[in-house]
């Protein structure tokens, strides 16, 4: 999905606090995704973990 709408996702927040197959997660996502031209930000809040941004 993230390659058929080219999309490159980018992570804010400290991911080590995330569970590590997460992390990996992460950042294989992250690295796939790195030469795509569309934006999804994702933010880690760190006091309450991590929660859907609103709109």
């Known amino acids: 999905m ?3 709408h080219e999309v490159c996702v980018r992570v804010l927040g400290n ?3 995330l569970p590590e ?3 990996r997660t992460i950042a294989e996502v992250v690295s796939l995704s ?3 031209t ?3 930000v994702v933010s880690e809040n760190h006091s ?3 929660q ?3 709109t």
């Open 15 to 17: 991911i080590a606090l």
């Open 34 to 36: 790195k030469h795509n």
């Open 38 to 40: 569309r934006y999804v």
């Open 48 to 50: 309450r973990g991590c």
């Open 21 to 23: 197959d997460v992390q």
């Open 2 to 4: 993230i390659e058929k």
């Open 52 to 54: 859907p941004l609103q």
